[in-house]
């Protein structure tokens, strides 16, 4: 655990309580995902954080991995009457700070680019996403992708 005046954080997968954390995405417009599908994301990574504020969860993020030359960062998200007192900032340097590797890759929501690019994140041209179903179905309707010849 490492503490940062009020927020402690964690990287302590087993007291998490994953309700919270679906409800703290689905109040942060992130994604409506199930808590038991969170969970296994989450133990699936190659690196999480916590925030907390005391003993209640207020901020997550993963990142995925070959553990050599790629990760990816995933599921960045702070409850919103937490956001803007740089919990954010904390999860985001504790989180890159496991990831030793040339190449970090993430996804990025609408709006918070000038964010991530306070930790020299810059946009990427040559990217690409295979969704299927509904996340297809979104994705173009949100602009999140869009075909290459149209």
Not at 27 to 31: K, Y
């Given at each position: 655990m490492h503490n940062h005046d009020t927020y402690t954080l964690s990287d302590d997968l087993s007291s998490i309580d994953w309700w919270r954390l679906a409800n703290i995405m689905a109040?942060?417009?992130?994604?409506d995902r199930e808590p038991?599908?969170?969970a296994r994301a989450f133990h699936g990574s190659f690196a999480a954080v916590f925030a907390f504020?005391?003993?209640t969860l207020v901020g997550a993020a993963r990142a995925t991995s070959d553990g050599v030359f790629y990760a990816s960062v995933f599921d960045v998200v702070v409850a919103p009457d937490h956001q803007g007192h740089g919990v954010g900032r904390l999860i985001m340097e504790h989180l890159l700070a496991k990831l030793p590797f040339v190449r970090v890759f993430l996804t990025s929501v609408f709006g918070k680019k000038p964010f991530y690019e306070k930790f020299d994140f810059l946009e990427q041209t040559n990217g690409m996403g295979r969704y299927a179903g509904n996340a297809l179905t979104n994705a173009l309707r949100r602009g999140v992708l869009r075909r290459a010849n149209p």
């Open positions: 109040d942060a417009h992130l994604f038991f599908d969170i504020k005391g003993e």
